[in-house]
């Protein structure tokens, strides 16, 4: 396999890479404040690329207001305006947060969460891989945003239950307060990233609460559960 390596917030780093490319799949790490999205689509578009599909985020569209993914909101604008054949992708949270567990289950057979009975649809990654490659490689998704979700709602509580169940020995949840939670966040993402992922977490919109259905429509099955993808990771948490 062949690559290459540039740093997306480094445009001009971008360019011998995006050389005679046709799509560009637009990743970045955190909410995306080191990316300068226009001049990373300046040169994409000036290597030849006609199509870009971004990974976004849902909150995106839920909370226009919200400071902790402003720099995503800015992101999407600058795809819209590329004048390349666009799609965003949307997702909520991942089923893979629960690698924040590991250590714990490993340890002491314990998940510790806040809002252990709050309920949202969570989306496996190999879900959000899938309708990425069918954007970038088929027509007819143009112009269009997807909100990528799974097929149930999944608490915490249920998703510990279930880790248990996988290991053959109970995990104990320990519900945590919104304000240790907040402490054990901050400590590796940005204080208004931290915030704005409780809101969403402890109250979620109707829209954040809704089952989408992109992931069946455009791969043609069910979205994946959180059971399907502990089924695979399981090996993490012995």
Not at 25 to 49: K, M, N
Not at 85 to 97: A, K, T
Not at 122 to 139: F, H, K, Q
Not at 140 to 156: I, K
């Amino acid at each position: 396999m062949r690559y290459r390596r540039a740093d997306v917030a480094d445009a001009e780093s971008l360019r011998a890479v995006v050389d005679g490319a046709d799509a560009l799949f637009l990743l970045v790490s955190g909410a995306g404040a080191h990316v300068d999205g226009r001049a990373v689509l300046d040169v994409a578009r000036a290597g030849g690329v006609r199509r870009v599909v971004l990974l976004s985020s849902q909150a995106a569209g839920t909370r226009p207001d919200s400071p902790s993914h402003a720099p995503l909101r800015v992101l999407e604008e600058a795809v819209r305006d590329s004048g390349l054949e666009w799609v965003i992708l949307r997702p909520g949270g991942f089923h893979s947060n629960a690698y924040a567990w590991a250590e714990t289950v490993r340890a002491r057979r314990t998940v510790a969460a806040p809002f252990g009975d709050v309920g949202l649809p969570l989306v496996d990654p190999a879900d959000i891989a899938e309708v990425a490659a069918a954007a970038l490689r088929e027509d007819g998704h143009a112009g269009r945003v997807y909100v990528l979700t799974g097929p149930e709602l999944s608490t915490p509580r249920e998703r510990a239950e279930q880790i248990g169940r996988a290991l053959g020995e109970p995990v104990r949840f320990a519900e945590q307060t919104r304000e240790e939670a907040r402490a054990q966040m901050v400590t590796f993402m940005p204080e208004p990233v931290a915030d704005g992922t409780l809101a969403i977490i402890g109250e979620p919109t109707d829209a954040e609460r809704s089952v989408s259905p992109a992931v069946p429509e455009i791969l043609g099955r069910p979205a994946r559960p959180f059971s399907d993808w502990l089924r695979r990771h399981v090996a993490a948490f012995r």
